[in-house]
């Protein structure tokens, strides 16, 4: 009688182990998605707050060459650049002679995922920061 070595089962993956690897899977995802979206709505607000800036900052130039805001037309190209006027909208400043507010609004989807809430964002010639929370800032 000659004995042949026990064959052993191919090697494998069973469903259920697939199943596990799965089910941890969907919950770092769970975890990690929700993460993942706050930080992208706090980019584009950050950067918002950083066109804004640069708004004010060519106002201030304007002024100091004519003495005065009115009649300043910015052309920001920050608007445009990363796609951040699909995430917030820039209107108008409010101009008179002696100051002038710029405001950056956020679209419903940015509102919706800033997990701060900010909101509107405005800055004005003297420097005051609309909301007054850091955070959004």
Not at 20 to 35: D, R
């Amino acid at each position: 009688m000659s004995y042949e070595p026990m064959r052993r089962r191919a090697a494998g993956m069973t469903l259920i182990e697939l199943m596990v690897v799965m089910a941890i899977v969907a919950i770092l995802a769970a975890i990690a998605y929700p993460s993942y979206r706050s930080h992208i709505a706090k980019t584009h607000r950050k950067a918002a707050a950083a066109c804004l800036s640069q708004h004010a900052h060519f106002m201030e130039r304007y002024y100091t060459t004519n003495l005065s805001y009115e009649g300043a037309e910015p052309d920001l190209g920050c608007k445009t650049e990363s796609d951040l006027d699909r995430f917030y909208t820039f209107p108008e400043p409010e101009i008179d002679g002696r100051s002038y507010t710029v405001t950056a609004v956020p679209t419903d989807s940015q509102d919706a995922t800033d997990p701060n809430h900010c909101g509107e964002l405005s800055l004005d010639q003297t420097g005051d920061r609309e909301p007054k929370n850091d955070a959004c800032w």
